[in-house]
C-alpha cells in the first residue's frame, strides 16, 4: 500500500510521468541541438538567400515550438540526488535556440555586443563574412551556455509543468502548440513587425509553397517529437 502510495506521490510531484534518466532521451537532445545550431547558420545572408523563399520563415517558426517541446521532456529528467547538472545535449539544445533568437533580434536592431556583431560589413569578401558570422557565433557560446542553464531551461520546465500531467503524446503535441503561439508573440517583436503583419508573413509563405514551408516547420518539429515520445516510452524509467 505505502509503496503504491509513494509511487502516485511521485508521479503528482513530477506531474503525472516518472521520472527518466537523462540518457535515455539524450539522442533526442542531440538531434535538436543539431536543428538549432544548422538554423542558426541559415541567418548568414549568403545561406538564407540561397534557400527557397519560403525555408528562412519556417525555419523561424518552428524554434519556439521545438524549445517549448525541449522543455516539456527536460522537466521529465531525473539529475539524482546529487544533481550534478544539466547534462551537455540538453544545454546545447537550449543554448542553440537561445543564440537564434539573440541573432534574429540583434539582426533587426542592427545593433551588437561589444564587438560581436551578426551583420557582416557588406564590403567584405564573402569568406571574410562567413569568418565574421562564425566568430560573432562562437562570441557568443559561452554566455549563452550559461544563460541557458540558469534561466532558459527553468524558465522552460516551468512552463511546461501542467503539460507533464497529459499523456505523453498529448503532452507532447501541446507543447508544440503553446510553443507556436508563444513564437509568434516572440519573433514578433524580435523583428519589429505588428503580430498580424508577421501572421500575414507567415500565410503568404504557406501560399507560395504550401508543400516546402509546412514541410520544413512540421520536419523540424514533429521529427524531434516522435523521438522524444518514443525514446521517453521505452526507455527505463528511474
Do not use: N
Not at 519556417?58 to 527536460?74: C, D, H, K, R, T
Not at 557560446?141 to 497529459?166: D, H, Q, W
Request: no cysteine; charged share 10%.
Amino acid at each position: 500500500m505505502w509503496a503504491d502510495f509513494s509511487v502516485y506521490a511521485d508521479l503528482m510531484k513530477h506531474g503525472g510521468h516518472r521520472r527518466l534518466a537523462p540518457r535515455t532521451v539524450a539522442p533526442y537532445f542531440w538531434l535538436v541541438a543539431l536543428v538549432h545550431a544548422a538554423s542558426v547558420a541559415t541567418l548568414f545572408d549568403r545561406v538564407a538567400a540561397a534557400l527557397p523563399a519560403p525555408v528562412p520563415l519556417a525555419i523561424m517558426s518552428a524554434q519556439v515550438p521545438l524549445l517549448v517541446l525541449s522543455g516539456y521532456f527536460e522537466g521529465q529528467l531525473d539529475y539524482g540526488p546529487s544533481r550534478i547538472g544539466v547534462p551537455r545535449p540538453v544545454k546545447l539544445a537550449f543554448t542553440f535556440a537561445f543564440i537564434y533568437i539573440a541573432a534574429v533580434t540583434l539582426q533587426t536592431l542592427h545593433f551588437s555586443i561589444g564587438p560581436l556583431d551578426p551583420t557582416p560589413p557588406l564590403a567584405f569578401p564573402p569568406a571574410q563574412r562567413a569568418l565574421w558570422f562564425a566568430m560573432f557565433t562562437a562570441g557568443m557560446f559561452f554566455p549563452f551556455y550559461l544563460a541557458a542553464s540558469g534561466g532558459l531551461i527553468p524558465v522552460m520546465r516551468g512552463l511546461t509543468r501542467p503539460l507533464r500531467a497529459l499523456p505523453r503524446l498529448a503532452g507532447a503535441l501541446a507543447a508544440l502548440g503553446l510553443g507556436g503561439v508563444v513564437g509568434l508573440g516572440v519573433f514578433a517583436l524580435a523583428t519589429e513587425i505588428q503580430l498580424g503583419a508577421f501572421v500575414d508573413r507567415i500565410q503568404d509563405a504557406i501560399r507560395v509553397s504550401p508543400g516546402l514551408a509546412v514541410g520544413a516547420a512540421l520536419g523540424m518539429t514533429v521529427v524531434p517529437m516522435i523521438l522524444g515520445v518514443v525514446l521517453e516510452r521505452d526507455g527505463p524509467e528511474e
